[in-house]
T-cell receptor, first 116, second 113 residues
Framework: DAKTTQPTSMDCAEGRAANLPCNHS???????VYWYRQIHSQGPQYIIH???NNETNEMASLIITEDRKSSTLILPHATLRDTAVYYC?????????????????FGKGTLLTVNP | EAQVTQNPRYLITVTGKKLTVTCSQN?????MSWYRQDPGLGLRQIYY???????DKGDVPEGYKVSRKEKRNFPLILESPSPNQTSLYFC????????????FGPGTRLTVL
């Protein structure tokens, strides 16, 4: 299983871009990179995912290096409500009865604190 | 509104008293899953279901049961709760088990005395 490495914590000023790095050097060719976040004790929230190309949606941008061994999540204009733990996850597929279990394996994530 | 709901949100119970935490989704999702979250251990998968009547164990299934009689519901059953099952529980669903986003419920905080 591909594992991910993220910094434990980061700070960002409100209104600035937040750039959250993730290393996944053992990622396989068919594994996606997902980003979720969890605001204190709430259910994790999907942000974005990608395979090879950079992706952008209304919440964030995802930059994946050409060798796919690392990625960066960019929140272009961080607000106080973006303070959360951000999880970088490489999607795992496991064999199971009736099909595959594409479970999400959450690591410790990065605590992003957006400061006024 | 598309959502995953869980009930109850908070529960304090005693050892050995059977309980059920309900999970329901209104998105016609095939895949549903239960996670528990503990300090220092992160989120760990308990059980998952690929579709109606198809369930399988996750990483920490001991002490839990699930059923999937209907597509929208995936209850988590603790037949004889113990204090080590005190945790924050999340239900999640997605359209399929493939590379689809998973939607999480708001969580159920369970305390077993």
């Amino acid at each position: 299983d591909a594992k991910t490495t993220q910094p434990t914590s980061m700070d960002c000023a409100e209104g600035r871009a937040a750039n959250l790095p993730c290393n996944h050097s053992t990622i396989s060719g068919n594994e996606y990179v997902y980003w979720y976040r969890q605001i204190h004790s709430q259910g994790p929230q999907y942000i974005i995912h990608g395979l090879k190309n950079n992706e952008t949606n209304e919440m964030a941008s995802l930059i994946i290096t050409e060798d796919r061994k690392s990625s960066t999540l960019i929140l272009p204009h961080a607000t106080l409500r973006d303070t959360a733990v951000y999880y970088c996850i490489v999607r795992v597929g496991l064999g199971g009865s009736g099909g595959s279990n594409y479970k999400l394996t959450f690591g410790k994530g990065t605590l992003l604190t957006v400061n006024p | 509104e598309a959502q995953v709901t869980q009930n109850p949100r908070y529960l304090i119970t005693v050892t050995g008293k059977k309980l059920t935490v309900t999970c329901s989704q209104n998105m016609n999702h095939e895949y549903m899953s239960w996670y528990r979250q503990d300090p220092g251990l992160g989120l760990r998968q308990i059980y998952y279901s690929m579709n109606v009547e198809v369930t399988d164990k996750g990483d920490v299934p001991e002490g839990y049961k699930v059923s999937r009689k209907e597509k929208r519901n995936f209850p988590l059953i603790l037949e004889s709760p113990s204090p080590n099952q005190t945790s924050l529980y999340f239900c999640a669903s997605s359209l399929s088990g493939g590379p689809d986003t998973q939607y999480f419920g708001p969580g159920t905080r369970l305390t077993v005395l």
